[in-house]
C-alpha cells in the first residue's frame, strides 16, 4: 500500500485530492496538511511514502517545506504541485530535493499514475520540462564539485543522456548495452553524487553547466 500525504491550504482541493486517492486499492491518504509547517511536522510523524505538496501555503511554502523534510532525511518523496505561472518556484524546489512536479489541473489518471512511478522510484518530471525551467530562470553554473571526477567515462555518459531527457531504454540502445545494466550505471551514478533520483541528476547537470 502506497502511503499518501495531502499538503494543500484549500480544504475543497484536499478534499477531491482524497477521494481520488482512496479510489484506489494500492494507495491510500494516511494524512492531510494546510500548511508547510503543518506538513513537515506530519510528514515526520506520519512517515509517508509520497508527499502531494502544495507551493503558495500560509506559514511555510511548499518549498521551504520541501528542504525541511528531505534536511530531516525522510524517506517520503515530494511531489510538487503548481500552475503554470510558478514555474520559477517549481526549479526551486527541484533544487531543494522535491521528485517532481505535477499541474494542479492535471487529469486524475496521471496524478495516480506519478504518485505510483515516484513510490516506485521512477521520476515524473520530464526532462524536456526541468530543461525549460533551468533555462528560462538559468543561474551562472556552478563549479563542478569534485565527486564528478568520480564517474568512470560510461557513468558521466549517462548522466548526459539523463540530462537530456532520455529513458533507460532510449541510453541502453545508445549504449549498445543492456536496460539492466544502464539501470546499474545511473544507481551508481546517483550514489557517487549524493543524489537522490534521476530528477536531481538533471538539476545537476544544468546547474553544473554539463548540457
Do not use: Y
Not at 494507495?27 to 515526520?44: F, H, I, K, Q, Y
Not at 503548481?82 to 489541473?105: I, Y
Not at 495516480?112 to 525551467?133: F, I, N
Not at 548495452?177 to 545537476?204: C, I, N, P, W, Y
Amino acid at each position: 500500500m502506497i502511503r499518501v500525504l495531502l499538503v494543500d491550504d484549500q480544504a475543497l482541493f484536499r478534499s477531491g485530492m482524497r477521494m481520488l486517492v482512496d479510489s484506489q486499492r494500492d494507495l491510500e491518504v494516511v494524512g492531510e496538511a494546510g500548511d508547510g509547517r503543518e506538513a513537515v511536522r506530519e510528514t515526520l510523524r506520519l512517515q509517508p511514502d509520497i508527499v502531494l505538496m502544495d507551493v503558495r501555503m500560509p506559514v511555510l511554502d511548499g518549498i521551504d517545506a520541501t528542504a525541511e523534510i528531505v534536511a530531516a532525511s525522510s524517506a517520503a518523496r515530494v511531489v510538487v504541485l503548481t500552475t503554470f505561472d510558478l514555474d520559477e518556484a517549481v526549479a526551486r524546489a527541484l533544487r531543494a530535493g522535491a521528485s517532481g512536479f505535477l499541474l494542479k489541473d492535471a487529469h486524475p489518471e496521471l496524478v495516480l499514475a506519478t504518485v505510483r512511478a515516484v513510490h516506485g522510484g521512477s521520476e515524473v518530471v520530464a526532462a524536456s520540462a526541468t530543461r525549460t525551467l533551468l533555462a528560462r530562470h538559468a543561474e551562472a553554473p556552478a563549479a563542478p564539485p569534485a565527486s564528478l571526477a568520480t564517474l568512470t567515462p560510461r557513468e558521466h555518459e549517462i548522466l548526459l543522456q539523463v540530462a537530456r531527457g532520455l529513458s533507460n531504454s532510449e541510453i541502453a540502445q545508445s549504449e549498445f548495452v543492456s536496460e539492466t545494466t544502464v539501470k546499474t550505471h545511473v544507481s551508481r551514478m546517483l550514489q557517487k553524487l549524493g543524489l537522490r533520483d534521476r530528477v536531481q541528476a538533471v538539476v545537476f547537470a544544468h546547474a553544473h553547466g554539463l548540457v
